[in-house]
């Protein structure tokens, strides 16, 4: 089954020349994407959350980043290795930091409003929201 991926709902996305680079949640997992820019449909190479830490290795780095560029259909030269490798290790620590999972999807509109009063004083109100629920497989 082939996986989609919509920028829109990416926590962010940066182009860097015929590379672009999205930040997502692959499989609940925080990942880096990097996608050919100019080719739909060509394979994409993944840096999960879980195995980031050893790109901080640069021998790692230099192993994955020929593996990269293989994937992604780039010529395999050292230039192209240097630069996805500066790309994957520039975006390491955007990785960390971004959330553990993507924000929650409400339906549109308000079903109501709460009102939290203390001596006839408001408080704090919120527009009541019923939250998406995605697809669920048993």
Known sequence: M???????????????G??????????DERAMVLLPAHRPGAPWYIVCDSTAWRYDDPAYLARQCVT???VLGIEPSRSNWVRVAGIIHDGLPDLVKMPSA????????SFGEMTLRADGQVLAQ???RVEREGATYG
């Open 2 to 16: 082939p996986a989609t991926l919509d920028p829109r709902k990416a926590y962010a996305t940066r182009q860097h």
């Open 18 to 27: 015929d590379l672009v680079v999205v930040f997502t949640w692959v499989n």
């Open 68 to 70: 990269a560029c293989e």
């Open 102 to 109: 993507p924000p929650a999807e409400f339906h549109w509109g």
């Open 126 to 128: 919120q527009g009541i």
